[in-house]
T-cell receptor, first 113, second 112 residues
Framework: NAGVTQTPKFQVLKTGQSMTLQCAQDMNHEYMSWYRQDPGMGLRLIHYSVGAGITDQGEVPNGYNVSRSTTEDFPLRLLSAAPSQTSVYFC????????????FGPGTRLTVT | SQQGEEDPQALSIQEGENATMNCSYKTSINNLQWYRQNSGRGLVHLILIRSNEREKHSGRLRVTLDTSKKSSSLLITASRAADTASYFCATDATSGTYKYIFGTGTRLKVLA
């Protein structure tokens, strides 16, 4: 199993550009989520999904869009990049059964200039 | 706002010593999890404790949970240089949902 994979590993965008961060998992997990990590802020939940076709907002959803057309994939779209979105982005997945760990991808480091 | 807050924010100890870090949270939870993050890497799950449990062990890790005080502690015994990392607690934000909210983390440095 590859676990949770994320692409790209690094990305530089100009203000106003859009892009999609890719996340895929091969563990047949129903639950997938996106976090951003900023220095001193820990991880903050952006969006999450409990299954194909079902998504919901987390703590900091503004400026981001998600969709879940398959169990395996959960892309995160930046609609119009802003410098405040400079961060490290992590995707995670787990089963929806109670009390199970989340598996994290290696992260995407995004810089918006 | 963050559900969990860890303290201390940073901790530096000698190899062989024990390291204790604490997590406080705000609302009722079903369970609490601890994760480790090595520099520049993703998070790795360490241990989970359910709300009806008070203490749990896994190798050199001991976790306690006090739901009356809404707090948890992670103890790493006989620390090693390889334990140098950031440690985060995560709680399910609202009972019955799937959202896990992370604290701000404790940066642990173990000196050889």
């Amino acid at each position: 199993n590859a676990g949770v994979t994320q692409t790209p590993k690094f990305q530089v965008l100009k203000t106003g550009q859009s892009m999609t961060l890719q996340c895929a998992q091969d563990m047949n997990h129903e639950y997938m989520s996106w976090y951003r990590q900023d220095p001193g802020m820990g991880l903050r939940l952006i969006h999450y999904s409990v299954g194909a076709g079902i998504t919901d907002q987390g703590e900091v959803p503004n400026g981001y869009n998600v969709s879940r057309s398959t169990t395996e994939d959960f892309p995160l779209r930046l609609l119009s990049a802003a410098p405040s979105q400079t961060s490290v982005y992590f995707c995670a997945s787990r089963t929806t059964s109670a009390a199970y760990e989340q598996y994290f991808g290696p992260g995407t480091r995004l810089t918006v200039t | 706002s963050q559900q969990g807050e860890e303290d201390p924010q940073a901790l530096s100890i000698q190899e062989g010593e024990n390291a204790t870090m604490n997590c406080s949270y705000k609302t009722s939870i079903n369970n609490l999890q601890w994760y480790r993050q090595n520099s520049g890497r993703g998070l790795v799950h360490l241990i989970l404790i359910r709300s009806n449990e008070r203490e749990k062990h896994s190798g050199r890790l001991r976790v306690t949970l006090d739901t009356s005080k809404k707090s948890s502690s992670l103890l790493i015994t006989a620390s090693r240089a390889a334990d140098t990392a950031s440690y985060f607690c995560a709680t399910d934000a609202t009972s019955g949902t799937y959202k896990y909210i992370f604290g701000t983390g404790t940066r642990l440095k173990v000196l050889a």
